[in-house]
């Protein structure tokens, strides 16, 4: 079993940072992809970006391309998001999940996964 926090958020105005931190313990950390994902209500999760267990960064919203990075301690067991130039449209509850592996396609495929976060870009 795989226990998954994430910590971080909160409430920043448009073009301000934020950062998360998802710390997985349980089992050996760097086998396993951290993905990111984020909801709105009434919308599906939609899948931001994920870093594999090699630590190769996959984007899949492509609206966070050179704003939202990622980076992992294995030794902390922590993955890291780094949200930059944020937007209102970034307003959403963010969760992180693991999967054994590589960044899995879909939603699905994550077995273990964080409590949400609310992020809110507000002027």
């Not at 937007?87 to 054994?100: F, L, S």
Request: with cysteine; aromatic share 10%.
């Amino acid at each position: 079993q795989l226990h998954v926090v994430t910590s971080g958020g909160g409430s920043v105005q448009p073009g301000g940072s934020l950062r998360f931190s998802c710390v997985a313990s349980g089992r050996t950390f760097e086998y396993y992809a951290i993905g990111w994902f984020r909801q709105v209500p009434g919308k599906e999760r939609e899948a931001v970006l994920c870093i594999s267990d090699s630590g190769t960064t996959t984007i899949n919203a492509e609206s966070v391309k050179g704003r939202f990075t990622l980076s992992r301690d294995n030794v902390k067991n922590t993955v890291y998001l780094q949200m930059d130039n944020l937007k209102p449209e970034d307003t959403a509850v963010y969760y992180c999940a693991a999967a054994a592996g590589s960044c899995r396609i879909g939603i699905h495929e994550y077995d273990w996964w964080g409590q949400g976060t609310q992020v809110t870009v507000s002027s």
